[in-house]
């Protein structure tokens, strides 16, 4: 079974940057590709970024291109969102998830972390 944990979340000015992770615990991390979502209260849950199995494919959305890089380590299970210049309106909780192939559909992916609250400060 296939379980999703995020961490590096947490307060930050405006301007300045974070690494959030997400470990992977299961046997075939390598099968899928990895995405970081967000989700603002009273707002839907948005696509951020995604990276294929091998690392080597990325997305992201067009509001965070050139700020925000995802990376994995399949040797380790993880996944990266490094994330800079971050702004007030990217205060939101930010999930880690997984699916056989990328997608910017948040509804086509299964497998879910419980989420890692980022709060951007003005």
């Known amino acids: 079974q296939v379980q999703l944990v995020e961490s590096g979340g947490g307060l930050v000015q405006a301007g300045g940057s974070l690494r959030l992770s997400c470990t992977f615990s299961?046997?075939?991390?390598?099968?899928?590709?990895m995405g970081w979502f967000r989700q603002a209260p009273g707002k839907e849950r948005e696509f951020v970024a995604a990276?294929?199995?091998?690392?080597?494919?990325?997305y992201y959305a067009d509001s965070v291109k050139g700020r925000c890089t995802i990376s994995r380590d399949n040797t380790k299970k993880m996944v990266y969102l490094q994330m800079n210049s971050l702004k007030p309106e990217e205060t939101a909780v930010y999930y880690c998830?997984?699916?056989?192939?990328?997608?910017?559909?948040?509804?086509?992916?299964?497998?879910w972390g419980q989420g890692t609250q980022v709060t951007v400060s003005s």
């Open positions: 990276v294929n199995w091998s690392g080597d494919i990325t």
């Open positions: 299961g046997l075939t991390f390598s099968s899928y590709a």
């Open positions: 998830a997984a699916r056989t192939s990328a997608s910017i559909d948040a509804g086509r992916w299964g497998i």
